[in-house]
């Protein structure tokens, strides 16, 4: 059974805060993916990558990074939070153009 | 104007009804289709792809309209376990965008 997993369901932090989200999956997929997700603005694309140690950015790059730097691991980090990145994080991962795996979501707040 | 878009609901049917959503999609080059399904407070997982000549699984049913540029799901005899947020993703291989509509929200009512 194919396996994405997300270090965290919940997560607070304060304002100012370096925050690391990190993914793996286990389906040897070139494709990964982080998105946010909030009430009215559905799945919003962050950042992506095709390959180990490659990145792209997504619609809403900025005050996010991302690490590639094994296969199997994508890590979103945020910098520094603010309260506007409050919301849901998923990650997915997928072969090049296909259906998207998710992992459950990790809910951040940041106050 | 959005690249895929989704009518939000939410749309209340009592059990036992049949239901359709529609999405449209504005790139008519366009050549992946697929539903995902969204429970409360978890993570969208694929439902079916759609198929050039429509598919269907059990009570669900998917279609493609080309010419019109949207992608429908049926549902039939709705269940309680049916309420969820339906997701429509279309990929286009030219821009290699996978696009999420915003999602459609079914309450099946007792």
């Known amino acids: 059974d194919v396996k994405v997993t997300q270090s965290s369901r919940y997560l607070v932090k304060r304002t100012g805060e370096k925050v690391f989200l990190e993914c793996v999956q286990d389906?040897?997929?070139?494709?990964m993916f982080w998105y946010r997700q909030d009430p009215g603005l559905g799945l919003r694309l962050i950042y992506f990558?095709?390959?180990?140690?490659?990145?792209e950015k997504g619609d809403i790059p900025e005050g996010y990074s991302v690490s590639r730097e094994k296969k199997e691991r994508f890590s979103l980090i945020l910098e520094s939070a603010s309260t506007n990145q409050t919301s849901m994080y998923l990650c997915?991962?997928?072969?090049?153009?296909?259906?998207?795996?998710f992992g459950p979501g990790t809910r951040l707040t940041v106050t | 104007r959005k690249e895929v878009e989704q009518d939000p609901g939410p749309f209340n049917v009592p059990e036992g009804a049949t239901v359709a959503f529609n999405c449209t999609y504005s790139?008519?080059?366009?050549?992946?289709f697929f539903w995902y399904r969204q429970d409360c407070r978890k993570e969208p997982k694929l439902l079916m792809s759609?198929?050039?000549s429509g598919n269907e699984d059990g009570r669900f049913t998917a279609q493609l309209n080309r010419a019109s540029q949207y992608i429908s799901l049926l549902i039939r005899d709705s269940k309680l376990s049916d309420s969820a947020t339906y997701l429509c993703?279309?990929?286009?291989?030219?821009?290699?965008?996978?696009?999420f509509g915003t999602g459609t929200r079914l309450k099946v009512l007792a």
């Open positions: 389906m040897d997929h070139e494709n």
């Open positions: 993703a279309v990929f286009t291989s030219g821009t290699y965008k996978y696009i």
């Open positions: 759609v198929y050039s």
């Open positions: 997915a991962s997928s072969k090049p153009g296909e259906r998207r795996y």
């Open positions: 790139n008519s080059a366009s050549q992946s």
């Open positions: 990558s095709y390959d180990v140690k490659m990145k």
